[in-house]
C-alpha cells in the first residue's frame, strides 16, 4: 500500500506540473531535434518526389530509379532500392510518388515514371506493393505515354473521398501542340480509379483525361476541395491553376490569363480557365507544391508553397479565404540551398525540401522555423 501510494502523489505532482493556472493542459514538446533548419540527407542525386508517408516516414524518389524510405527524426535510410527499367535522361526518369489510402494495411503505393521501349521513350504510372521492407510490382496503371528530355510532368495525388481518385500530371513532352489533343495523353491532367479503370464520370467516355492545355504541371496537391497545380511557362508566365473538370488550360495558345486579343479570343471559345496565379514577364521555375495550414509556422497558415529551381527559393503564396484567389506572397531561402525541387509538410507542421542541384550535390532539409 505504501508503494501505491507513492505512486499516486507522484502521479498527482506530474499532472499538477503540466497544468497551468487556469488548469489548462499545457502541450509537453516533443523530442524532436530542436534545429530550426536541419539536413537530413546529402549526397542525393535529382530528389525528384518527396512525400510525408502514412507511416510517419519521408518516401523520396531520384530520377536515377532509386526509391528510398527515410526515418525523419533520426535520418536514417530504413528501406532503398531501384527500379531496373526506369530510364533518367535529361529531366525523365523516376519521378512522381504518392500512396494508397490504405497504405497502412494494404503497403499500395503509385510511381510515375519514364522507360524504353522499342527505341521510344515512354512514360507510365505503376501500383507497387511495400511488403515486408520488399517492393513487389502490382499493375501498370497506364504506359506508352509520350515522353520526352523535357516536359514530363508528372506529379500524382489521390482524394479522400468516398470512392477515391488517382490523379496524374502530364507535360506536353516538348511537343506544344498535343497539350490540347485529345488523341494524346500529353500536357494533361489523367483521372482514374485506384485500380487504374477510368471512372464513369470522366468527361471523355473511356479516357483518363480530366484537363487539357497543360505545359509541364509538375506540383499538385488538393486542400478544402480545391485542387491546385503549378506548371511552368516557357520564358514568361509560371502558373497556378485551380484544376477543373473538363477545362482548358490554353499552352500553347495561351500563357498566364488571357490578356491580349488572340488570347481573349481563344479562351472564350475554348473554356479556358485562367490561373489564380503567375510570374508575369518572367519565369522562376516552380515546380513542387504543398499546402501549409499548421500553428507552427504560423505566418504560413492558409497558404500554397512553391519550390523554385531558376530562382532557388520557397514562394509562399497566401490564398483568400475561400481558396479561390491569392491575396499576398513572400519568397524565403533565396539561394540558400540551390535550386529548390519539391517540398512536403508532416502533420506537426515541419516543412522539408529537396534540391534539384545535381552532380550528388542534392540534399534533403528540414525546416521548423522559417
Not at 298 to 313: F, G, I, M
Amino acid at each position: 500500500m505504501r508503494i501505491i501510494s507513492t505512486l499516486v502523489i507522484v502521479f498527482f505532482i506530474v499532472l499538477q506540473s503540466c497544468k497551468t493556472k487556469n488548469n489548462d493542459v499545457v502541450v509537453v514538446p516533443d523530442d524532436w531535434p530542436t534545429d530550426s533548419i536541419r539536413i537530413l540527407k546529402n549526397n542525393l542525386n535529382f530528389p525528384w518526389e518527396i512525400l510525408w508517408g502514412k507511416d510517419d516516414f519521408i518516401w523520396m524518389t531520384e530520377r536515377g530509379g532509386k526509391i528510398s524510405k527515410i526515418n525523419p527524426k533520426t535520418k536514417e535510410v530504413v528501406f532503398s532500392t531501384s527500379l531496373p527499367d526506369a530510364v533518367s535522361n535529361g529531366e525523365g526518369g523516376l519521378l512522381g510518388l504518392v500512396q494508397h489510402p490504405d497504405f497502412l494495411t494494404n503497403g499500395f503505393f503509385y510511381a510515375v515514371y519514364n522507360y524504353n521501349n522499342g527505341g521510344n521513350y515512354l512514360e507510365k504510372l505503376v501500383q507497387f506493393k511495400f511488403i515486408n521492407n520488399n517492393l513487389q510490382t502490382v499493375a501498370t496503371i497506364i504506359d506508352n505515354i509520350p515522353a520526352s528530355s523535357i516536359h514530363n510532368g508528372s506529379r500524382l495525388w489521390i482524394t479522400t473521398e468516398a470512392a477515391p481518385k488517382l490523379f496524374m500530371t502530364t507535360g506536353d513532352a516538348s511537343v506544344a501542340n498535343n497539350a490540347l489533343r485529345t488523341s494524346s495523353l500529353s500536357g494533361k491532367v489523367l483521372r482514374f480509379n485506384l485500380d487504374g479503370s477510368i471512372p464513369a464520370d470522366n468527361p471523355i467516355s473511356g479516357s483518363p483525361i480530366w484537363s487539357l492545355g497543360h505545359r509541364n504541371p509538375q506540383g499538385l496537391v488538393m486542400a478544402n476541395g480545391i485542387m491546385y497545380a503549378s506548371e511552368h511557362g516557357p520564358n514568361v508566365e509560371d502558373e497556378v491553376n485551380i484544376i477543373e473538370k473538363n477545362r482548358n488550360y490554353g499552352w500553347p495558345t495561351v500563357t498566364g490569363p488571357c490578356n491580349d486579343p488572340a488570347e481573349i479570343t481563344f479562351c472564350a471559345a475554348n473554356n479556358v480557365k485562367e490561373p489564380i496565379w503567375s510570374s508575369g514577364n518572367v519565369t522562376f521555375a516552380y515546380c513542387g507544391m504543398d499546402y501549409y495550414n499548421n500553428d507552427r509556422i504560423a505566418a504560413w497558415k492558409n497558404c500554397l508553397l512553391l519550390t523554385s529551381l531558376k530562382d532557388a527559393n520557397l514562394r509562399v503564396l497566401k490564398l483568400s479565404t475561400d481558396g479561390l484567389s491569392v491575396v499576398s506572397e513572400q519568397q524565403l531561402f533565396k539561394n540558400k540551398f540551390g535550386r529548390i525541387r519539391d517540398i512536403c509538410v508532416s502533420p506537426a507542421g515541419r516543412v522539408y525540401l529537396c534540391t534539384g542541384n545535381g552532380g550528388n550535390a542534392d540534399v534533403l532539409v528540414e525546416i521548423s522555423q522559417p
